[in-house]
């Protein structure tokens, strides 16, 4: 295996290991025991959402200039600030973050050790994040290296035994528009988000390789990308089956890490338990890793060097502590509003910033953000339990509405719009 070929695996699983974490593995099983017997459609929404909009969210911040900024400054430079700034929190200290501690010791700690106290197993799991990250230099290596395929390994072993001799068969739950929920609860893994910030740390690391030339960082990153959406897609796909064998035997409101936990139980008896512990625990590491470093990266760069980020991710790990004690459950409730505001926006740009070469202004991205924005708002609201009757009606009746898609025509519109005003502008 040559050098570059070399490089892009480890970056490839580096990059699996940062989007693998808490929520994509509490997610899919849930998915699928919801879905049933319908469970391949809600995989085909889940994989566009968690596998597909990540893979091109590489790609847009790689080829706009490799940051976050490079896909928002085109709305414009305070946008950028407002939206990262929102991004870095949700995948950070408010949510992503918090979540990786909480599946820690729901999942991988608490099972194996009943009697363990949550607050210390916080402090050591972030302990060991803060650890890591310190020197930002090494977090790529570290990650795809070491950590990665232990993960890998004890998630297939699970998957394999659970597709070789599943627990049950998936049966009809009665859900409606599987698709759609299958892409809405994708939303979860964050991963989307993330991926605008995580192409800055891997064309870094690639430049430490040695590549210097722009267009040869574009090309791996791609690679790269691809390598983690493999792995993604396989162990996806067969978490969400497990879930699915399990529709007739747990109930659809088992909490989402009791399922994974009763399910490896049935695959792998007793040792399934010792075995997800591990797996859980690599998976959330990974992932904390990941986040902290980006974020103490993205801060640091945003204050201008004011705050170091020594002093940021000290601070990420702290209040991460704190937060992850409110436990799985709380944190993705409380994850939905925001989630469902900033995902539609997200999408928006990179899809617009991946063909950014055949749009004719920029003015097309304020009013496709504005636009979508308007709904995604609207959407927020009803997830917290603020229904406006006659605007929910509206909204229910545009085109892909119940596919989850209610944001799509006004996006197109509110680009035609801001578009057409910019040239009549310059007319008259």
Do not use: H
């Not at 290596?141 to 390994?153: A, E, N, Q, R």
């Not at 597709?163 to 979860?188: A, C, D």
């Not at 936990?261 to 690599?282: D, F, H, Q």
């Amino acid at each position: 295996m040559n050098k570059t070929s070399k490089d892009v695996l480890v970056v490839g699983f580096a990059l699996f290991a940062m989007f693998f974490g808490a929520g994509n593995l509490i997610f899919p099983p849930s998915l699928g025991l919801i879905s049933g017997d319908k469970w391949s459609f809600s995989l085909i929404g889940f994989l566009l959402t968690g596998i597909g909009m990540p893979l091109l969210g590489i790609i847009a911040a790689s080829k706009a200039g490799g940051s976050l900024s490079d896909l928002a400054d085109k709305v414009s430079p305070t946008f950028s600030k407002i939206l990262g700034t929102v991004i870095m929190l949700a995948i950070g200290p408010l949510l992503a973050i918090p979540r990786t501690g909480a599946t820690t010791f729901e999942m991988g700690i608490k099972p194996l050790f009943p009697g363990a106290n949550q607050i210390i197993a916080s402090m050591i799991f972030f302990g060991i994040t803060l650890f890591l990250v310190i020197n930002p230099s090494g977090v790529i290596d570290k990650i795809g290296k070491i950590l990665t395929p232990v993960l890998l390994i004890a998630l297939i072993t699970i998957i394999f035994k659970g597709i070789t001799n599943p627990i049950g068969s998936p049966v009809n739950t009665g859900l409606e528009n599987p698709f759609s929920k299958g892409f809405t609860e994708g939303y979860q893994t964050m991963d989307a988000l993330a991926s605008m910030v995580f192409a800055g740390i891997v064309i870094s690391s690639l430049i430490q390789k040695g590549y210097k030339d722009t267009k040869e960082q574009v090309k791996l990153t791609i690679m790269s990308g691809l390598v983690a959406a493999i792995g993604l897609a396989i162990v996806y796909g067969g978490l969400m089956y497990l879930g699915a064998t399990s529709s007739g035997i747990f109930p659809a409101d088992i909490p989402k890490t009791n399922l994974t936990l009763a399910i490896t139980e049935k695959i792998l008896g007793n040792a399934g338990k010792a075995l997800i512990g591990i797996s859980v625990s690599l998976a959330c590491l990974t992932t904390s890793v990941g986040l902290t470093a980006t974020c103490g990266e993205y801060f640091n760069k945003l204050s201008k060097g004011k705050l170091s980020y020594k002093f940021i991710v000290v601070m990420v790990s702290i209040f991460s502590t704190i937060v992850s004690n409110f436990g799985v459950e709380t944190i993705v409730k409380i994850a939905v509003p925001l989630l469902v505001t900033v995902y539609p926006i997200g999408i928006i740009l990179i899809i617009m910033n991946i063909f950014d070469d055949f749009i004719p202004n920029k003015a097309a991205y304020t009013g496709a953000v504005f636009g979508a924005l308007c709904i995604s708002l609207f959407d927020a609201l009803a997830a917290i339990g603020i229904k406006i009757s006659i605007i929910t009606n509206i909204i229910l009746k545009f085109p892909l509405a119940n596919e989850g898609f209610a944001w799509l025509i006004p996006a197109i519109i509110g680009s035609i719009i801001s578009m057409s005003y910019y040239y009549l502008k310059r007319i008259f």
